[in-house]
């Protein structure tokens, strides 16, 4: 199991190793970018359990400060998300599904002080609905999470005046 576990994190790490130097390269003439080399954890979450809870859960004991999902597979029987069409104006723009759906995917960053998460999922017939993870995402049968943490950084959420949420703040973590 240990070895299957350091597998995930060295193909994690070097299969964003080019995906580093083109950012570094880049990031020369954009003053706004931060670059910073990357570790990857994983975990699996079982049946009944709740997703974005888990995830928060596994951010803290980590210590993960600029996290991001590398990749999410899994299974739901409960999800709560909000749709693209929420603004300041109208924030609770918010569905539930029940039934069994397939994480197809599962993206976002995160760290101990807060998250932006959005996830794809799919029915029994095929049918796709993607939206912003607002919690209850209560797992079926798994949820095999790869998170990856940018070391050198640190992620915090601040109020934006335009948006009316909560924005990700990237500073260099010395």
Known sequence: ????????????????????????????KNSNSKGSDIK???FRAGPGEELHSKIVEFVKENNIRAGFIMTCVGSLVTARIRLANADVNHPNEI???????????????????????????????????GGHVM????????????????????????????TGFPELCIECDK
């Open 1 to 28: 199991m240990k070895g299957e576990l350091s597998s995930v994190a060295i193909v994690g790490v070097c299969s964003f190793g080019l995906g580093l130097l083109v950012h570094s390269l880049w990031s020369k």
């Open 40 to 42: 990857a954890y994983a």
């Open 95 to 129: 569905i539930f599904l029940e039934n069994k759906h397939e994480i197809v995917s599962l993206v976002g960053t995160i760290s101990p002080t807060g998250g932006h998460l959005h996830i794809s999922l799919s029915d029994a017939e095929g049918k796709m609905v």
């Open 135 to 162: 919690g209850d995402c209560k797992i079926f049968t798994t949820a095999e999470v790869v998170i990856g943490d940018c070391s050198q950084l640190l992620f915090n959420r601040k109020f934006d005046e335009r």
